[in-house]
């Protein structure tokens, strides 16, 4: 579904990432791991578009990274599940307009389709009867929920969670992964998760790449099992939320 070939990687005029192969194949789970700065957000922003690629072969589904037109771009999101660290709700509507609003932007033009969509994906996210709810009187954890919800909407090949538990407390975090790797084994759904946590992927197997030196390192079970890094934020989730995310309250009332 996603294949790069010898991809360069560029940011503001500095190389992220040079001659690197990367690929995810149907029902994968994979965790990129690696230290602040390292490019992690950079890689999951070239799968959506947002960021180009600057030579080599890359190609998303069937969309070469390398000549997609921006008419395009759209249609290859619609295919992809993007979940941000910061969750990206509108604040000025509830969590029904918010993943009707998605769902009218990608072409749902039946209100009843759109109800029905709208309550399957929040029912298996366990937020089914908050869609009344502004975004504000939720829990950090709960408008993640919602966030993944709407990452679902169109039945996406493959979801890009980039720092999903960044901004939650540990407990949270790891009811957030689980979620998660359940709709990768359920629905068949590519997981592709930056995160700092190593210890989710004790608990939640899957495919280890650590981003390091603009490369890529595929880990084997038993390195990744006992990968331990210097930087003390890629320990623990608390340390995590007060290195990156500073004191704020993820159980907003």
Same mark, same amino acid.
């Given at each position: 579904?996603?294949?790069?070939?010898?991809?360069?990687?560029?940011?503001?005029?500095?190389?992220?990432?040079?001659?690197?192969?990367?690929?995810?194949?149907?029902?994968?789970?994979?965790?990129?791991?690696?230290?602040?700065?390292?490019?992690?957000?950079?890689?999951?922003?070239?799968?959506?578009?947002?960021?180009?690629?600057?030579?080599?072969?890359?190609?998303?589904?069937?969309?070469?990274?390398?000549?997609?037109?921006?008419?395009?771009?759209?249609?290859?999101?619609?295919?992809?599940?993007?979940?941000?660290?910061?969750?990206?709700?509108?604040?000025?509507?509830?969590?029904?307009?918010?993943?009707?609003?998605?769902?009218?932007? *990608? &072409?749902?033009?039946?209100?009843?389709?759109?109800? %029905?969509?709208?309550?399957?994906?929040? +029912?298996? !996210?366990? =937020?089914? /009867?908050?869609?009344?709810?502004?975004?504000?009187?939720?829990?950090?954890?709960?408008?993640?929920?919602?966030?993944?919800?709407?990452?679902?909407?169109?039945?996406?090949?493959?979801?890009?969670?980039?720092?999903?538990?960044?901004?939650?407390?540990?407990? *949270? &975090?790891?009811?957030?992964?689980?979620?998660?790797? %359940?709709?990768?084994?359920?629905?068949? +759904?590519? !997981?592709? =998760?930056? /995160?700092?946590?190593?210890?989710?992927?004790?608990?939640?197997?899957?495919?280890?790449?650590?981003?390091?030196?603009?490369?890529?390192?595929?880990?084997?079970?038993?390195?990744?099992?006992?990968?331990?890094?210097?930087?003390?934020?890629?320990?623990?989730?608390?340390?995590?939320?007060?290195?990156?995310?500073?004191?704020?309250?993820?159980?907003?009332?």
């Amino acid at each position: 579904m996603i294949k790069y070939q010898g991809v360069t990687i560029e940011r503001d005029a500095q190389t992220l990432f040079e001659n690197i192969d990367f690929r995810v194949e149907e029902g994968e789970f994979i965790y990129l791991i690696g230290k602040v700065g390292t490019g992690k957000s950079s890689l999951l922003k070239t799968i959506y578009a947002e960021l180009p690629v600057a030579d080599g072969y890359a190609r998303v589904f069937d969309y070469d990274l390398r000549k997609i037109k921006r008419s395009q771009i759209p249609y290859l999101r619609r295919s992809l599940g993007i979940i941000f660290q910061d969750f990206q709700l509108l604040t000025d509507r509830t969590v029904y307009d918010n993943l009707e609003f998605v769902l009218k932007a *990608t &072409g749902w033009k039946s209100k009843q389709e759109r109800d %029905e969509r709208i309550h399957q994906v929040l +029912t298996l !996210v366990g =937020m089914e /009867t908050k869609s009344w709810r502004m975004p504000n009187t939720l829990s950090g954890g709960e408008q993640q929920r919602v966030v993944i919800a709407r990452a679902l909407l169109n039945q996406p090949k493959v979801i890009l969670a980039d720092e999903p538990t960044g901004n939650l407390d540990p407990e *949270t &975090g790891h009811n957030i992964v689980a979620l998660l790797h %359940e709709i990768c084994k359920s629905q068949n +759904t590519a !997981v592709v =998760m930056s /995160t700092h946590n190593l210890k989710f992927i004790e608990e939640f197997p899957g495919r280890v790449i650590k981003v390091e030196d603009r490369d890529l390192k595929e880990e084997s079970d038993r390195e990744a099992s006992e990968l331990k890094d210097p930087d003390s934020s890629e320990l623990t989730p608390e340390t995590q939320i007060d290195q990156e995310c500073g004191s704020s309250d993820s159980n907003m009332s």
